[in-house]
């Protein structure tokens, strides 16, 4: 019965059922109908049996015996609890039935969940991509606006030049003349403390002497042009070496300071200059610290101009800043505001090639000195100092086909 009423059997109250057991039990117990003596003639005592009971459980007198009410009880509490526990059994079986549909339900919201992650992240990388195109397209163009602004400024520079000789009231813009002067006259002073003193510059020369010396004989009537030819350098060592040779530069000021060492050097446009000269002229050309301004329009007509004044199995000696070196790349290239880019080796390699050079040489100059790399037997050491302090720049010797 105490587990009955433990089970809360829907539509029966456990404290009112317990109470009307505990009285029913409690009036049989303690009224038992118990049969009256005989009057009429008394007999001795004697035992008598138990009145017969009826087929309902009564005794004679209608009072219902407590055993029977008992087993009534018990008898209803047992349907009462096999209620319960196919009730409980239902409920069960629901409850297991719905968690399993939660499961499915978490189930689709996982996969659901995995796929919207996954098409966040598409969307990311998407987006990641599309601005590096941007940024790379922004880049390029302002490389190329770059690079027609600086054509433009050096086409302009050449025509005042030319204009000067042509006519005192030809047509050139006002500003372009007096910027060209104020960069020419500020040109000496600037190679002075950022590319080197002149003694400096010329040993650092010296070693192209030996080259040339080994693959160009001295030939009458084919001199050296050394175009750009600065402070004269390179012309002194020629000079020096009884080398044949002469240098064009269009700053006026350089050309002036090659005069007061007895050089010769001529002020003039290296396309205009090219232009005078016939076919197969010259025995050697030198073009040092001259490309990286350029265009690459300019670049190779300067490179074909070179080709067509050379004469056969001449030689052609270009040197430029090395931007395998990461300083140079990108530090020390941009001290010089009239440079364009940087022009890699293989790039420089394949230029000269393409125009009809033959056996091209890449020759790296002028590392940094012991004093700067980081003195460790390590590996890592080891490429800092390569890709830190190696060659600041290179030549590229080539001879004409």
Known sequence: MSRLIRNNVPGIDPSAFDARVRRELGTAVAHPTIP?????????????????????????????????????????????????????????SLLKAEVAGLRVELHSLTALHHRLAEQTERAEAQAVAQAVAQAETQAETNRTVAMLQADLQFQQRRLARLSDGVSPHAAVEPSAAPDAEAIDSLYLAFEEKFRGPWAEIKERLRPHLERLRKLQPVLPGKPLLDIGCGRGEWLELLSEAG??????????????????????????????????????????????????????????????????????????????????????????????????????????TFLVESRGFIDVQVVRLNPYPDTAIIIEETEAAKRINELMYGPQDYALIARRA
Request: overall charge neutral; proline content about 12%; some cysteine.
């Open 243 to 348: 080398i044949e040779a002469y240098g064009v530069d269009s700053n006026p000021h350089t050309v002036d300071a090659c005069a007061r060492r007895g050089l010769n050097a001529r002020h003039a446009d290296a396309f205009a200059h090219l232009a005078t000269l016939p076919d197969e002229m010259l025995g050697a050309i030198t073009i040092f610290h001259v490309i990286e301004h350029l265009p690459t329009n300019l670049l190779l007509r300067l490179l074909d101009e070179a080709r067509r004044t050379l004469r056969p199995g001449g030689v052609l000696m270009l040197e430029t800043p090395n931007p395998e070196n990461l300083k140079v790349g990108a530090c020390t290239f941009y001290y010089d505001p009239t440079h364009l880019r940087p022009i890699p080796p293989l790039l420089g």
């Open 36 to 92: 009256k003596p005989a009057l009429e003639s008394p007999t001795p005592p004697q035992e008598r049996s138990p009145p017969p009971a009826d087929a309902t459980g009564s005794s004679p007198d209608g009072a219902p015996r407590p055993e029977t009410f008992v087993r009534k009880v018990a008898k209803w509490a047992k349907r009462m609890e096999l209620r319960a526990d196919a009730w409980l059994h239902q409920r069960h």
